[in-house]
């Protein structure tokens, strides 16, 4: 059984209908929080690396991922250090107590049977989470029994959470009660099976307020993660977007108790990006939502750019290009 983080709450329109976001505050706060970032001394921000480490879904979402390259996902996520880099940092790989690894694996549902099995192998059940994108992945243009089906399908597989997609059109057109009760189709197929994070594909929904208003509504229909983008999108996550939807969190929180989990997703490629959305929710959220079950990375290539870095600071030496590719 997966326990529930968040069970919900009745549909509340007119907490939506009252919703109200200055963007351009929202603007300003970012652009003050991205200058906090020099302030970190060499040693803090290595910290904050190695912390990011443990917050990435290390993600693979591509039209010819095989078997072989999940497995190297897998095996890379259990490890993300070499030997040398690990033991530098005081982790221990042969040591339970003292290993360094992402927190998930993302996959297609179709590669979470192998996902899963080598996770396994790996004695890592229950410590490295495999994650499934679901339910028309990436448009979610699709009717709501197949998406349904494709969430069952994922979690028989193997998988322990769920990113689904919404239907954008329904934000766009203010449709909040059907975008309510679609999540909650989904999150009755998740509930004690597995954990469920709501991709809003910000970049497709027109303005700040509806980030906002969908937010809420997916947090309303239960879900445990709200998602910034699917990473297809023109436009993915943005600190601004992520302040947007911290404060929805927090409004949440403040309504109900329930503490729902932040990933941002999409176009996080750098240390430097890394370390700007730590702040972020740091400054935002709190220190509670700075571990892996409230606060996610989605991304395939920051990993190896925080890999560069560390090697950098515990070498004095710039690794050659092609050292941390996957």
Same mark, same amino acid.
């Given at each position: ?11 509340? /329109? ?45 993600? &693979?979402?591509?039209?010819?991922? *095989? ?8 095996? !890379? ?6 030997? !040398? ?16 690894? *992402? ?18 192998? /790996?004695?890592?059940?229950? !410590? ?23 969430? @069952?399908?994922?979690?028989? @597989? ?19 009660? @059907? ?25 497709? /929904? ?23 983008? &699917? ?31 932040? !990933?941002?997703? %999409? ?26 079950? @409230? ?6 290539? /920051?990993? %190896? ?22």
């Amino acid at each position: 059984m997966v326990e529930t983080l968040n069970p919900g709450c009745k549909l509340d /329109l007119s907490w939506i209908e009252k919703s109200h976001v200055n963007y351009q505050a929202i603007k300003k706060r970012a652009k003050y929080l991205e200058q906090l970032k020099p302030f970190a001394t060499k040693e803090h921000r290595i910290a904050w690396l190695l912390k990011a480490i443990t917050l990435i879904d290390l993600t &693979t979402l591509s039209g010819d991922d *095989t078997d072989t390259n999940v497995t190297r996902l897998c095996h !890379k996520a259990s490890r993300p250090l070499t030997e !040398k880099l690990s033991l530098f940092f005081g982790f221990d790989q042969l040591n339970e107590d003292c290993q360094l690894r *992402t927190a998930a694996v993302c996959v297609y549902p179709s590669r979470v049977k192998c996902a899963a099995e080598i996770v396994n192998k /790996l004695n890592l059940t229950h !410590k490295l989470q495999v994650a499934a994108v679901a339910t028309g992945f990436p448009t979610g243009q699709y009717p709501l029994h197949t998406r349904i089906a494709e969430i @069952q399908y994922a979690i028989e @597989q193997g998988a322990t959470e769920i990113d689904i997609v919404i239907d954008r059109s329904l934000v766009i057109n203010s449709k909040w009660e @059907q975008l309510y009760n679609e999540i909650s189709e989904m999150k009755k197929v998740c509930d004690g099976k597995a954990h469920m994070k709501c991709i809003l594909a910000i970049g497709e /929904l027109s303005n700040a307020e509806n980030i906002y208003k969908a937010s809420l509504i997916a947090m309303m229909a239960g879900s445990d993660f709200i998602k910034t983008s &699917t990473g297809k999108e023109s436009i993915n996550a943005t600190l601004p977007v992520g302040i947007i939807m911290s404060r929805a969190i927090l409004d949440y929180y403040d309504t109900t108790g329930f503490r729902v989990g932040l !990933k941002p997703a %999409g176009g996080i490629r750098t240390a430097n990006d890394a370390i700007s959305w730590l702040i972020m929710v740091k400054e935002e959220l709190g220190d509670y939502w700075l571990n892996n079950k @409230q606060f996610r990375f989605g991304a395939s290539g /920051l990993l %190896g750019d925080i890999e560069q870095e560390l090697y950098l600071y515990a070498t004095t030496r710039y690794p050659a290009p092609y050292q941390f590719k996957m």
